[in-house]
């Protein structure tokens, strides 16, 4: 602020010295008197023009006033403006002229008058066009500063729609088991709704953060898989093949358990004999590939894995997609797809070091 003020006076210092030097050239005044005249006096112009085109600029904005009401109060306030000028002009002269000294005072003729008012009247004018300028460019600022605050709300307010959808979607599978076990294997329903309630006490400490370490939600995918093993016993294995390097990337929470949900459900779920999941992650220069990948039946066809599903639950895929295109943009992506009897899903995330999260 301090220092566009200094650069405001000077550039009026430097107009007085100018207008110094122009009357002396044009009107045959002496050097020394032409700039006592000019300069003081200018520099009160400035000052006084500025405070005035500055708020009558706020008074009368462009947007909400009409054209000719616009018009109407500068032209009025440009013309009073450089009147008081002209005459802060001629009564400095006077007192320059009562001190009768050969460096004091000037002829203040007529059309010397006339110039003055009305270069009065065209810099009152650039004053309030400067103004307009760096209002329209604040209320610019201000409505792109508006619209990036209301697109952040609107992603954050996705994210968490997206991430509500996870809890809920697994605690109705995890009943369903629950429910099924009861009659048959009321121990293994116990031991279940243990590990289940396990699972939601760690899922509670990381849903308050926008992103979490892969070694932190490699917990939460065995406290999972700890829920599904009740009832799968030997059959569900879980093979990890996280590189060091990428166990402190940063990721969004639980974002790789509904794979391994789908993984369960849609894969080994429908194989008599079990299968194992393997979630596998590298940090590879500036990206993060995680790779969970499972056994699955043949018949099974790959749509029944992601947001081809008619029943309500096929959410997982799609679900993983929307929050890395929420959180990420075009920098993340998800693919998936079946080869050989094994249904393969592979996300590709900046590779972020602890602290460098701006979500």
Not at 103 to 129: D, E, H, K, Q
Not at 294 to 311: I, T, W, Y
Request: aromatic letters at 8%.
């Amino acid at each position: 602020m301090h220092r566009r003020a200094a650069l405001y006076l000077l550039a009026w210092l430097l107009l007085g010295i100018a207008i110094g030097g122009a009357t002396a050239a044009a009107f045959e005044a002496p050097w020394l008197n032409a700039m006592i005249f000019a300069i003081p006096a200018t520099l009160m112009y400035g000052i006084g023009a500025g405070f005035s085109a500055y708020y009558l600029c706020r008074a009368y904005p462009l947007a909400q006033r009409g054209m000719a009401s616009v018009v109407t109060a500068l032209g009025a306030a440009a013309v009073v403006s450089a009147l008081l000028w002209s005459a802060l002009l001629g009564g400095w002269n006077a007192v320059c002229l009562w001190f009768d000294a050969p460096w004091a005072g000037i002829a203040y003729t007529p059309p010397l008058r006339a110039l003055l008012f009305g270069l009065g009247v065209l810099l009152y004018g650039l004053l309030a066009a400067v103004n307009y300028l760096a209002t329209e460019s604040e209320r610019a600022a201000s409505a792109q500063q508006r619209e990036l605050q209301s697109r952040l709300a609107a992603r954050e307010a996705e994210l968490r729609m997206l991430r509500t959808q996870i809890d809920p979607h697994f605690l109705f599978n995890s009943l369903n088991s629950i429910s099924a076990l009861t009659s048959q294997n009321p121990q293994g329903a116990r031991e279940m709704t243990l590990q289940l309630a396990g699972f939601f006490r760690l899922s509670l400490g990381v849903a308050a953060h926008a992103t979490i370490p892969l070694a932190q939600e490699m917990q939460l995918i065995r406290h999972f898989l700890a829920v599904e093993k009740v009832r799968f016993g030997e059959r569900l294995q879980l093979e990890e093949a996280i590189q060091p390097a990428a166990e402190s990337c940063m990721v969004p929470p639980m974002i790789i358990q509904p794979l391994v949900e789908n993984a369960v459900k849609h894969g080994i779920a429908g194989l008599p004999e079990g299968g194992k999941i393997r979630v596998s992650a590298r940090h590879t220069g500036s990206q993060l590939r995680i790779v969970v990948d499972n056994a699955m039946d043949d018949e099974l066809p790959a749509s029944a894995f992601g947001q081809g599903r008619r029943d309500g639950h096929g959410i997982g895929l799609a679900n993983v997609r929307q929050r890395l295109a929420g959180s990420y943009g075009a920098q993340a992506s998800v693919h998936w797809g079946a080869r050989d009897g094994v249904f393969v899903v592979e996300m590709i995330l900046p590779a972020q070091a602890p602290g460098s999260d701006d979500s």
